[in-house]
């Protein structure tokens, strides 16, 4: 496939999702309100080239390794990878080898469900192993399925998340959004915003086990989820301008809950940062008998 392509996905309900495969990415979901009006929850543009230049982690699938890694390398075995340090010193996203920089292949679609396919060669990306990534979404209804999987011939990392960015009301500011995590503990950050390795309570400014008013506060942190199972609630959002409420399942031990622009937001699912460089984080580590597989559900209520 040469050119990047759109494709439009429909659920029973009307709900509309807009893939691409650049990146494997989302840029648009609609909700269809009871004026039927069709309501964007995501952020989009018109114009793709905003996806590939300013905004390149929009809706995207993110990995091999999502989020940040220390200097951009770590060890494995006894050999040291290097990644591309795209946040000097460190890595975020993969950097610019990132899955969310490659046009995959779409291997089936139908009106309501796609499949993507990738391939990256060993240390194509500085990351070990021929692999291959398939990344696929499913309406059911008012629930957006996501599912991962990444097949290696050998040990390598891995940790895939789609970085959608939401907005569920009409207002530019997110302050007056309500958010909750089922989490039991969050992750610490030095000043490169890398974890340093602890894991923390929940003080009150983090505490979000109930729905909390966003108001003024930022997040940018990996929360640790009390249960990470895919028919258990993990997050959740609501807006009562439009009272759309978005919950978030996921199998992942960890969600980034990121409300930096105080625009948009994102529930990211996935593992820990700098996981190849922390042994007391859960294991990121794949092989070729033991590939890589996730799943994330965003359900809409409205």
């Given at each position: 496939?040469?050119?990047?392509?759109?494709?439009?996905?429909?659920?029973?309900?009307?709900?509309?999702?807009?893939?691409?495969?650049?990146?494997?990415?989302?840029?648009?979901?609609?909700?269809?309100?009871?004026?039927?009006?069709?309501?964007?929850?995501?952020?989009?543009?018109?114009?793709?080239?905003?996806?590939?230049?300013?905004?390149?982690?929009?809706?995207?699938?993110?990995?091999?390794?999502?989020?940040?890694?220390?200097?951009?390398?770590?060890?494995?075995?006894?050999?040291?990878?290097?990644?591309?340090?795209?946040?000097?010193?460190?890595?975020?996203?993969?950097?610019?080898?990132?899955?969310?920089?490659?046009?995959?292949?779409?291997?089936?679609?139908?009106?309501?469900?796609?499949?993507?396919?990738?391939?990256?060669?060993?240390?194509?990306?500085?990351?070990?192993?021929?692999?291959?990534?398939?990344?696929?979404?499913?309406?059911?209804?008012?629930?957006?399925?996501?599912?991962?999987?990444?097949?290696?011939?050998?040990?390598?990392?891995?940790?895939?998340?789609?970085?959608?960015?939401?907005?569920?009301?009409?207002?530019?500011?997110l302050g007056s959004h309500f958010f909750m995590i089922n989490a039991n503990g969050y992750l610490p950050l030095n000043e490169e915003k890398l974890p340093t390795g602890k894991i923390s309570e929940l003080n009150e400014y983090y505490n979000l086990n109930n729905f909390q008013r966003l108001g003024t506060r930022v997040f940018d942190n990996n929360f640790v989820l009390s249960q990470p199972n895919i028919d258990d609630l993990s997050a959740a959002a609501y807006c009562p301008e439009t009272d759309i409420t978005l919950e978030v399942y996921t199998d992942q031990p960890g969600i980034q809950f990121y409300t930096g622009n105080?625009?948009?937001?994102?529930?990211?699912?996935?593992?820990?940062?700098?996981?190849?460089?922390?042994?007391?984080?859960?294991?990121?580590?794949?092989?070729?008998?033991?590939?890589?597989?996730?799943?994330?559900?965003?359900?809409?209520?409205?």
């Open positions: 496939m040469s050119a990047n392509t759109s494709i439009s996905l429909t659920s029973i309900t009307g709900l509309k999702v807009v893939v691409n495969s650049y990146g494997a990415r989302i840029s648009s979901i609609k909700i269809p309100l009871n004026n039927n009006e069709e309501f964007e929850v995501h952020e989009h543009y018109e114009d793709f080239e905003i996806y590939k230049t300013t905004r390149k982690y929009s809706g995207a699938t993110v990995g091999p390794y999502a989020n940040r890694i220390k200097g951009g390398n770590f060890l494995l075995g006894c050999h040291q990878y290097q990644l591309d340090q795209n946040e000097f010193p460190n890595s975020l996203h993969s950097g610019s080898a990132g899955l969310h920089a490659r046009n995959w292949e779409v291997v089936s679609q139908s009106s309501f469900e796609i499949v993507f396919k990738t391939k990256l060669n060993h240390l194509e990306d500085g990351l070990p192993g021929n692999r291959t990534f398939i990344s696929s979404y499913k309406l059911i209804e008012d629930d957006i399925n996501i599912e991962w999987k990444v097949i290696t011939d050998q040990t390598t990392v891995a940790n895939l998340t789609n970085h959608a960015y939401f907005n569920l009301g009409r207002s530019t500011h105080k625009k948009y937001f994102c529930f990211e699912t996935q593992h820990f940062p700098d996981s190849p460089n922390i042994s007391s984080f859960p294991s990121t580590l794949i092989q070729e008998l033991k590939p890589y597989q996730h799943k994330c559900i965003y359900r809409f209520n409205y």
